[in-house]
């Protein structure tokens, strides 16, 4: 028994020495290397750009469900910089969004950041915004314009481009209001319509919901299978200890782009 269990064991090991140490857990979902998804960055951190979460459950959750991904972001000067323990603007700080982006880039080739002009349609099975404040003072004017601010062209441009071509586009916490800025008649949801303040966290950024509501989305579809749109909340629940929510809640969203990224 001794002598058959020492064999077995050296087998296994054989097997995993032969392969690299990340290809023993494989993932549970898709087909590797099937789906190809482009990933758009704001720049790096909650308040002047991506929020950091948010872009690494996108990546990990994409790995996981065995897709690739690209990363993109604008080449331009974000809106400003923000001092993230004093939650105010730094002075005489220029930042660009695409060095700033790079932060979530690890590696060579497709895991670098790419130009945002670059992202064309018809590369790519679908895409996907992760949010942060980014998306309101770096891809569009909604921190100035409110319900009628104007999107980065690239970013309109690429919106428009995926829905016309029926791929998917998944959405997180405030991205779901550059879809429907140009994208009328969309199902998004941002949790809840009102701020109820528990034990568990508060949604005091149900004003977004209200702006949704104007640019004539309708709210609280998680799903929404006709325009193949996905959103989930994320960051616009402020919690401190239940992170493992949002980060499924990602996941989710993640699934439904990638399944829909097959019809």
């Known amino acids: 028994m001794m002598a058959t269990r020492t064999l077995l064991s050296k087998q ?11 290809s023993v857990h494989h993932g549970d979902y898709g087909n590797w290397g099937n789906t190809n998804v482009a990933v758009v960055f704001s720049g790096c951190g909650w308040w002047d750009g991506t929020d950091v979460h948010e872009g690494v459950y996108t990546m990990y959750h994409l790995s996981r469900n065995g897709a690739r991904f690209q990363m993109f972001a604008p080449n331009q000067q974000q809106m400003h910089v923000m001092d993230h323990m004093k939650k105010q603007p730094s002075s005489g700080e220029n930042r660009n969004l695409m060095t700033e982006s790079a932060r979530f880039s690890h590696g060579q080739g497709m895991t670098q950041m790419q130009d945002l002009s670059k992202l064309e349609a018809n590369g790519y099975d679908a895409v996907i915004f992760p949010g942060g404040h980014g998306v309101t003072k770096n891809l569009s004017s909604f921190v100035k314009d409110g319900k009628d601010c104007k999107l980065h062209g690239d970013v309109e ?53 209200q702006a949704v509501k104007g640019m004539g989305a309708r709210h609280n579809a998680y799903v929404d299978e006709k325009n193949k749109v996905v959103s989930t909340p994320a960051f616009l629940w402020e919690t401190e200890q239940h992170y493992h929510y949002i980060f499924d809640g990602i996941g989710n969203m993640v699934k439904h782009v990638m399944r829909m990224s097959t019809k």
């Open 157 to 209: 441009r690429v919106l428009k481009d995926f829905h016309r071509s029926r791929k998917p586009i998944g959405l997180s916490s405030m991205a779901p209001l550059l879809a429907c800025r140009v994208l009328p008649g969309i199902e998004v949801t941002m949790g809840y319509e009102r701020d109820d303040n528990t034990r568990w966290g508060s949604w005091p950024h149900t004003s977004l919901v």
């Open 12 to 22: 296994i090991m054989a097997t995993l020495f032969r392969q690299p140490a990340c």
